[in-house]
């Protein structure tokens, strides 16, 4: 059996609150997996998900009423994960 998906995920960071802390924003999902199974009882799922965020925007001064005194983040950031997973079940 062979499974696959995409989807999107909106981000519930709003932009005037991303920070280094917390740099989210919207996220595409990219999946496929599949099972086998072989004759002695034995089955094997795996899995694969490819996770990218691009052109996340960060501002931030550290606080709202001295720029001076905190400093100032401004920069522009692209993120990628891989998530691999898997599982051998044994029935008897």
């Known amino acids: 059996m062979v499974r696959g998906g995409l989807a999107y995920d ?5 932009a005037i609150y991303r ?5 989210d924003n919207d996220r595409t999902w990219l999946t496929a997996g599949g099972q086998y199974r072989f004759a002695n009882g034995l089955t094997l799922d795996f ?3 490819y996770i990218w965020i691009a052109g996340a ?4 001064n550290g606080h709202p009423s ?8 401004s920069g522009q950031y692209d993120s990628n ?7 051998l079940k044994m029935e008897f």
């Open 10 to 14: 909106e981000s519930p960071v709003q």
């Open 19 to 23: 920070t280094a802390r917390l740099p």
């Open 47 to 49: 899995g694969a998900a």
């Open 57 to 60: 925007s960060i501002n931030d």
């Open 66 to 73: 001295n720029t001076a005194a905190y400093g100032l983040l």
């Open 81 to 87: 994960t891989v998530i691999l997973s898997g599982q």
